[in-house]
């Protein structure tokens, strides 16, 4: 058996300092620099009039995102390089600002670890500087950021797929619930999920061809009955969220909710017996360590006992995936 390599002094260092520069972007990202800027090249000067911030900050903050090769600077004016702009800036529909938006306020809580490690609460939240209803816009954004390059390779995985009527719990603005009509031809589907969350769908739906195949549902899975009908469920990143006990209750809701015969299907982060694989499993368990009270990662035996207590049998690792595109399913009998 090979020695294993254990991280270096330097890598040890380099580890530490990791946080740089993804502060540096979240900062600009939540100033909204990047869309300021546009198709402009400015001064720090004017950079720091319209951000209203100040000069000698500003100056210092655009200097560490054009480091970073994030900006462009030339005889003292900043650009954001063409390439760039559509990542960067708000209103691109390829940008990813939603993601570092909400990384940043995830990662409030991480610099508190060391205190939620001590007493086994979640860090306090703490809002950014846009305030909370625009960090949870941008949650919700986010999820399509992260989830858009995935959804039509991970749906073709699931193929051959013959459902009538989807149900998307917790579907956001709809992105999986598009990929999902698109692989169907006929389908329909309904969106439950909070009202903020249901008003970005709408607006995604709107302009497209599958408007008419989709019904809106606004609501809580905490609190409320899940739309009934569906012989397709997609929990897409929800267990994660939750403990088991709250898994088991929403699995149960799912039961109930599906036609006798139907099947759930579960998005999520899948980890080994030993939990200390995957590694990107472990780091987002730390994540709902301290930003949720009793979220986490679960193994496939815990989530397919989960599942059979609610009722649910043949449960299977569909997709196996070392990050959150793993897929266990499992159906409901078909007298139930």
Known sequence: MPTKQWPA????????????????????????VFTVLGEESLAAEEIARRLRSD??????????????????????????PPELRPLLTSRSPETVLPMVLHRMNILRGWSQLAWVAKAGIPAPRQASIRGPAADREAFVAAMHTVSAPNAGPLVAKLQPLDFKHFLDVGGASGTWTMA?????????????????????????????????????VPGDFYVDPLPAGADFAWLSAIIHQHSRRHNRELFA???EALQPGG????????MEPDRAHPVEGTLFAINMLVNTDEGGTFTFEEIAEDLQAAGFVEPELRVKSD??????????????
């Open 55 to 80: 000069l000698r900050a500003t100056r210092m903050l655009l200097d560490a995102v054009t480091a970073l090769e994030l900006l462009d600077k030339r005889s003292n004016r900043y650009s954001v």
């Open 9 to 32: 002094r330097e890598q040890v260092l380099e580890m530490g300092a990791s946080f740089m520069p993804a502060c540096v972007l979240g900062a600009a990202a939540e100033l909204d």
């Open 180 to 216: 999902f009509l698109k692989a169907v031809p006929g389908s329909t589907a309904a969106i439950f999920d909070l009202p903020d969350a249901i008003q970005q769908a709408r607006d995604r739906f709107a302009p497209t061809e599958f408007a008419a195949r989709v019904t809106f």
């Open 323 to 336: 990050d959150m595109n793993a897929v266990v399913m499992a159906k409901k009998p078909a007298g139930n």
């Open 263 to 270: 099947r759930i299907a579960i998005r999520d982060i899948v």
């Open 253 to 255: 809701k799912v039961f």
